[in-house]
């Protein structure tokens, strides 16, 4: 089965909507990194699957008719009832930055085990996509290492956002962990340059080459407005973006790497993808997210005579 499927996070992110006496005021919305990357890359045409859990519970139900309704196969989502759907409460900053807040821990995605998973079905896709969001407790920890595994034998592709979140980790060295988990499975890596330092102590290009030297064969390096930086064994550039008014960067960066997979999944045989590949997809991406932030929220439409 041609296709990407996700393993990892969905939540409920309430956004910031002003304050009404004093007291702020949230919009619920859909989100969560790999159930959002899923749902971008079903809405440009990639036969997309999403692996998670969610409680049942009102938020649980509403993810899971959300996350379908992009055309996302969810048949393997699991309802769990003795622990919650996860709530992140997400907090404007300076300079398009935010942080956050967190309900329901430790939450139903974080829950998950090896008998929950159809294997079989999971490994007919080409590609397994995950974040370092659900490693801060429970057991969904070793089940996605277990999966990494199982995946990386049967010949899939893996993409890894590194996706830190200072907030998940209790410590420095328990974030490094964490982080480090999916490195030596991972073919394709997206990461800021924050997130390269933290698991390799070093930047840019040599950061890139601890990477290769790990299995990586693709690293890429989100740098917000100014587009992203790819790093390839023998080659290395950056891809520029374009201006636009930003309404809200929550999800951009899932938007791009949808984006970039989805031109890497087009290609005939990805073993034999060449740095001209990597760019367009840099390109494709970059417009996906430049779309993403003209909107508010993470999982959100594209408009039906829209085209990237």
Known sequence: MH???????????????????????????????VANLTAV?????????????VGEDFFGHFLVDRIRSYGVDTSQVVYKKNYGTSLVFVHNLENDQRSYSYANRPSAEQMLTMSELDIDKITQYSILHVSSNIHYAGSSKETQKNLLKIAKNSGMIISYDINYR??????DERAFEDLS??????????????????????????????????GARIVLETLGSDGVA????????RVPTQPVKVVD???AGDWFFAG??????????????????VIAACQY???AAGFSVTQSGAMIRLPEDFSL
């Open 230 to 237: 790819y790093y390839l064994p023998s080659a290395s550039g």
């Open 3 to 33: 296709g990407l499927i996700g393993f990892g996070e969905t939540v409920v992110d309430f956004l910031p909507k002003g304050i009404d006496q004093g007291n702020p005021i949230f919009e619920a919305c859909p989100g969560g990194s």
């Open 285 to 287: 991406g970059n417009r």
């Open 166 to 171: 200072p907030n998940n980790h209790p410590s």
């Open 181 to 214: 988990d999916a490195l030596e499975f991972a073919d394709i890596i997206k990461a800021t340059d924050e997130e390269l330092e933290l698991v390799t102590r070093k930047t840019g290009s040599e950061a890139a080459a601890v990477l290769f030297d790990r």
């Open 41 to 53: 890359a079903a809405s440009l045409g990639v036969n997309s699957a999403y692996i998670g859990g």
């Open 260 to 277: 970039f997979l989805t031109k890497m999944i087009e290609l005939p045989d990805f073993n034999a993808f060449t740095e001209a590949d």
């Open 249 to 251: 960067t929550t999800g």
